[in-house]
């Protein structure tokens, strides 16, 4: 089976056209990392980028990368006109037997529903959704991503949901789904927990409303008066955003917090290895990297109950789950953690065992691999690709 895996190379997004290795999203990542190990599937990975870059064109015995040069008319500001024609040129040369479209916000949905091929798509975070809730103005980025995502969905074979949450969101314009939640990098289930003194409670995410850090502060700050704790939170940030500056400014007034910016996964590895607790207060989200990446830990969660987070934990099993806009049930569910190291351990235990049953690499790509066998034995085709991208 000749599979055509299209995704971002993260060397584009960080302008770092020198790095010697392509790099992609922590999720996609991980699917490769189990279909390194399918020896059935021979698998290209496409992606795009403005500027030469140096690529290995071997990832894996069975994956191969492919770096197609695109000149910046062809992104965005031309509706990725230049970023379809280019993948679609490469997969007439590649004729894989199917096409998976990594992230409907950028490129890699568009080229997959206009590859002429059959293909399938995952959404990682649920635009139209979330562009609502940051309330994203008119021709925002998030605004215009979330007409892509309603564009592209019906255009494709099927949808793989990495929540039954997403699936109930794409239901009405999906010709299919599939509930298969995110891979995890094999090297988390590896890590061993050594807690510091003080307790450190982790938050990963961008600074923004809909991940609600600021929310975070201000319910725990009467549990830090009477407990010894650092937050610490990890993630990007626009300190010119409104929300932004607020989350700095209590930062500032509050010396159990601290903020240690974007963090890759081996410093993610090392900051879960340090921690008691993983903590997301987020307002929506899909199928959290953070959260599962604990799971595979050993490290307890305390999250939000929203969106495909219930799929993840089941309260008072694998973690814990409050209300992400009641200070209270935010407060009452980290200090019930701190308060019991025998409950963290056994939370942890519980989560790390359904990690390993339900997220692993090897796992997760053996149902992708069964998804690809369903559409190619249907014989179908996208009906989604213009004559004129010839």
């Known amino acids: 089976m000749k599979v055509a895996m299209i995704t971002t190379d993260n060397r584009e997004e960080f302008r770092r056209y020198t790095d010697p290795e392509p790099y992609f999203g922590t999720a996609p990542a991980a699917l490769l990392e189990g279909l390194a190990k399918v020896s059935e599937c021979e698998v290209h990975v496409v992606s795009c980028v403005q500027n030469p870059v140096c690529s290995p064109p071997k990832l894996a015995d069975n994956i191969y ?84 995502e309603s564009f592209t969905l019906p255009r494709s074979n099927g949808v793989v949901c990495i929540s039954g949450y997403t699936q109930r969101a794409v239901a009405p314009l999906a010709r299919a789904t599939w509930i298969v939640p995110n891979a995890v990098d094999g090297a988390f289930f590896t890590i061993e927990l050594r807690p510091a003194i003080p307790k450190e409670i982790v938050c990963v995410g961008y600074i923004s409303t809909r991940k609600n850090q600021v929310r975070l502060i201000l319910a725990l700050q ?147 691999v069964a998804i690809y066998r369903e559409i190619i034995a249907s014989g179908k085709a996208h009906s989604g690709s213009p004559g004129n991208l010839r």
Not at 284 to 290: H, I, K, L, T, V
């Open 65 to 148: 990368y492919h770096s197609l040069v695109v000149p910046k008319w062809g992104w965005m500001r031309g509706a990725y006109l230049g970023c379809i024609r280019a993948v679609r040129k490469k997969l007439r040369d590649l004729k894989p037997d199917i096409v998976h479209g990594q992230g409907t916000e950028r490129y890699c949905a568009l080229a997959a529903v206009f590859s002429g091929f059959p293909n399938v798509l995952t959404i990682h975070g649920n635009l139209r959704l979330i562009s609502k809730i940051n309330r994203a103005r008119p021709f925002s980025f998030e605004w215009l991503a979330a007409r892509l």
């Open 222 to 368: 009467p549990l830090a008066i009477r407990e010894k704790f650092e937050l610490i939170f990890y993630g990007g940030a626009d300190r010119n955003d409104s929300y932004a500056r607020e989350f700095f400014h209590l930062l500032a007034k509050h010396p159990w917090c601290r903020f240690e910016g974007y963090a890759d996964r081996a410093g993610l590895k090392v900051a879960l290895t340090r921690a008691a607790i993983l903590i997301l207060p987020s307002l929506e989200d899909n199928c959290p990297m953070s959260v599962l990446e604990a799971m595979a830990a050993g490290l307890p969660v305390a999250a939000a109950n929203v969106g495909g987070v219930p799929d993840l934990i089941t309260h008072g099993t694998e973690g814990l789950l409050f209300d992400p806009l009641n200070d209270g049930s935010i407060r009452d569910a980290v200090a019930e953690l701190l308060a019991d190291d025998g409950k963290r351990s056994a939370l942890g235990g519980k989560a790390r065992a359904k990690a390993v049953q339900c997220f692993h690499p090897q796992k997760i790509a053996e149902k992708h």
